[in-house]
């Protein structure tokens, strides 16, 4: 059967091998080779410390030797299965060793026997119920416990973004204030028409780059921060802003220290009327 499948000897593949195919002759009505199976699988698995092929070899085998009528050899092999249970620390193998021996003892009358397995039986089965229900129970709370995080993650995610829309609110509205300030002074003869270029100077570069910013956040999230498109993007933008930007300086400065200087020419003219004689 290995050399049909490629498999050495060495391999621990073997174990399993010689498990499948007695299978296949149990089914068959083979059962001398079958037990020829079994026993091999059992020698290699033990010789190879592979104790998951051992205990299924075990238990497998002796259920035929069951079959067949051979209660010796059937107790032997099912208490081998049920030893190397222990090793596999497996409590279903444990219980299906636990019920093999106690139909076994009843068969030969040994009913105390019999029942110190029917009760160990019942004992791993209400432990591996037990067990499953404390999996169970965990795995909700675990859940709950990723369903708790998400929600947090969500909030904080909700709380910073409002904070963030916030600190856009009152970069805003102190933009606007500075601006209605600078149009304020703009209009008397507190400020020269010097002072009015370079303040509206910087006023118009702090309003380009808060229109900038906002739209860098925002191009951010549609673009999903591909380095190309937001490229292509911001190109665009810049094409459309800086034009914008350049003649909106021009006109508002120019504009508004035109309007200063007459102002301060009408403030001067007053002045010399008044104190020249009539």
Not at 203 to 220: G, M, R, S, W
Request: glycine fraction near 4%; hydrophobic fraction near 40%; charge should be neutral.
């Amino acid at each position: 059967f290995q050399a049909e499948d490629g498999i050495r000897d060495r391999s621990p593949s073997r174990g399993l091998g010689d498990v499948y195919k007695r299978q296949v002759h149990e089914a068959m009505g083979e059962l001398k080779v079958a037990e020829s199976y079994y026993k091999t699988c059992i020698a290699f698995a033990s010789q190879n410390n592979i104790h998951s092929s051992n205990v299924n070899a075990n238990l497998l085998y002796a259920k035929l030797l069951l079959k067949q009528g051979d209660i010796i050899q059937a107790k032997k092999f099912t208490k081998n299965h049920f030893n190397f249970s222990y090793i596999t620390e497996n409590l279903e193998d444990r219980m299906d060793a636990s019920n093999l021996l106690k139909d076994i003892y009843r068969t030969i009358g040994d009913r105390d026997s019999a029942y110190y397995y029917a009760k160990l039986f019942s004992h791993l089965s209400d432990t591996l119920q037990q067990a499953n229900e404390n999996f169970t129970t965990q795995n909700l709370a675990y859940s709950k416990h990723l369903d708790l995080l998400e929600k947090e993650i969500e909030n904080n995610k909700i709380k910073n973004q409002n904070l963030l829309n916030l600190e856009y609110i009152f970069i805003f509205i102190g933009l606007f204030s500075l601006f209605i300030l600078f149009l304020a002074l703009s209009n008397t003869i507190i400020v020269t028409p010097g002072f009015i270029k370079v303040s509206g100077f910087f006023i118009i570069v702090l309003f380009f780059e808060f229109i900038n910013l906002t739209l860098h956040y925002k191009l951010t999230n549609l673009s999903h921060q591909y380095p190309l498109v937001m490229l292509i993007i911001m190109v665009l933008v810049a094409l459309l802003i800086i034009p914008i930007h350049h003649r909106l300086e021009k006109w508002l400065i120019n504009k508004l220290s035109q309007k200063n200087q007459d102002i301060h020419y009408q403030k001067a003219k007053n002045t010399l009327e008044e104190i020249t004689p009539s």
